[in-house]
């Protein structure tokens, strides 16, 4: 089976690039599945299906394992000394939702200690990123100014009819 590079599979589709980053929109129905592709770059994924992700993995090498997805699960995967080759089929009833944000170089300013800023709570750190959730109550307004470069993803945002929480998650780079 012919491999492509992340960037060229036509599940993943560009959303925002820089000399820092890449993020890619990963979105494909039930039952399909991803050409081969390779990652070769350390990436962060966002998992964004309220009702969570079933999917095969298979991994280039391994036979195809299943694995779950959580709403709003982070994980970080270390491609560039170990890249990975795979391809994912959805397996659950609703369409596959993920951000891939790759880590392209660092940026010039980051911050050697973790943010304390009211409504963040640390979730996630590798020696690249870390990664804040921050979540707000209906009608709280909190203005933050990060010292660092980041990536800011919504999971849901505010309505004034909803009861439930808005959430994202900041990237500290």
Do not use: W
Not at 42 to 60: A, C, K, P, R, T
Not at 89 to 95: A, E, G, M, Q
């Amino acid at each position: 089976e012919e491999i492509v590079e992340v960037g060229m599979e036509p599940r993943h589709q560009p959303v925002l690039m820089n000399e820092f980053t890449r993020v890619l929109r990963v979105s494909f129905p039930p039952n399909d599945s991803t050409l081969a592709h390779r990652h070769a770059e350390d990436s962060l994924y966002f998992f964004l299906v309220e009702s969570g992700l079933n999917v095969i993995n298979h991994v280039q090498g391994f036979d195809p394992k299943c694995d779950c997805m959580e709403y709003g699960e982070v994980r970080y995967g270390t491609h560039k000394s170990d890249p990975l080759v795979h391809k994912i089929t959805n397996k659950s009833d609703t369409t596959m939702l993920c951000i891939d944000a790759e880590i392209l170089s660092p940026p010039p300013v980051s911050c050697p200690f973790p943010l304390v800023a009211e409504c963040h709570t640390l979730i996630k750190t590798r020696d690249k990123v870390r990664v804040y959730r921050m979540s707000l109550e209906p009608g709280q307004i909190v203005t933050v100014s990060y010292p660092f470069y980041h990536l800011t993803v919504v999971l849901s945002k505010g309505n004034n009819n909803k009861k439930k929480n808005p959430s994202s998650a900041s990237v500290d780079t």
